[in-house]
Nanobody, 111 residues
Framework: VQLVESGGGLVQPGGSLRLSCAAS????????MSWYRQAPGKARELVAR????????IYADSVKGRFTISRDNAKNTVSLQMNSLKPEDTAVYYC?????WGQGTQVTVSS
């Protein structure tokens, strides 16, 4: 199993970023996929999770209405569209499937 995130970076408050996770080594369409984040000095937390067909998703209360998770089962990718970013969204973002994690991508929201 390999999960490779991309798309992080530095963005101003109110800006947007789109994270992507390329999955390989397993049958992607059979698995629920998630995005987590970990800010400095804090525990890793669930940001969003999407069902195998992409029909349903759940979000952390802190990102509801601003973030959207999606997946493309033909391309074995899961994405996280992040809008109206806030400084408190600054964290390393991780793609997740069960006990498997990507290496993470840094998102920094700062003016």
């Amino acid at each position: 199993v390999q999960l490779v995130e991309s798309g992080g970076g530095l963005v101003q408050p109110g800006g947007s970023l789109r994270l992507s996770c390329a999955a390989s080594g397993f049958t992607f369409r059979y698995y629920v996929m998630s995005w987590y984040r970990q800010a400095p000095g804090k525990a890793r937390e669930l940001v969003a999770r999407i069902t195998i067909d992409g029909g349903r998703a759940i979000y952390a209360d802190s990102v509801k209405g601003r973030f959207t998770i999606s997946r493309d089962n033909a391309k074995n990718t899961v994405s996280l569209q992040m809008n109206s970013l806030k400084p408190e969204d600054t964290a390393v973002y991780y793609c997740n499937r069960d006990e498997y994690w990507g290496q993470g991508t840094q998102v920094t929201v700062s003016s």
